[in-house]
């Protein structure tokens, strides 16, 4: 995630370093995301993620992700956050009020 243009950081608790080593300690250090076949990931943890987006610090919604799977998944929230937004600039076709049924 580029930082440009992002409040995000501001946003993290003044704890946020603790945090960050207790995900990174209860994780051993390595990826948490599940493979399709259900097999932990097993590559090296570099990133915090949120679990639920949003400011919920608590370590129950933190998880250790490898570059791989935090790309893939705020890639994955950043195109749905655009497709809401697109939705929502239009309404719903309506038909003509004289078409018949």
């Known amino acids: 995630m580029t930082w440009d243009g992002s409040d995000r950081r501001s946003r993290l608790p ?3 370093p603790a945090l960050v080593a207790q995900v990174k300690a209860k ?3 390595r990826c948490q995301a599940r493979l399709p076949s259900g097999v932990r990931c097993p590559r090296k943890g570099t990133d915090v993620d949120h679990i ?3 400011d919920d610090h608590s370590l129950k919604n933190l998880r250790l992700l490898c570059p791989y799977h935090h790309d ?3 890639s994955k929230e950043g195109r749905e956050a655009q497709n809401a937004i697109k939705r929502s600039k239009y309404r ?3 038909d003509h009020p004289g078409q018949l049924r």
């Open 92 to 94: 719903p076709r309506e």
């Open 72 to 74: 893939k998944k705020s």
């Open 14 to 16: 003044e704890n946020w």
């Open 27 to 29: 994780a051993l250090g």
């Open 52 to 54: 639920i987006p949003g």
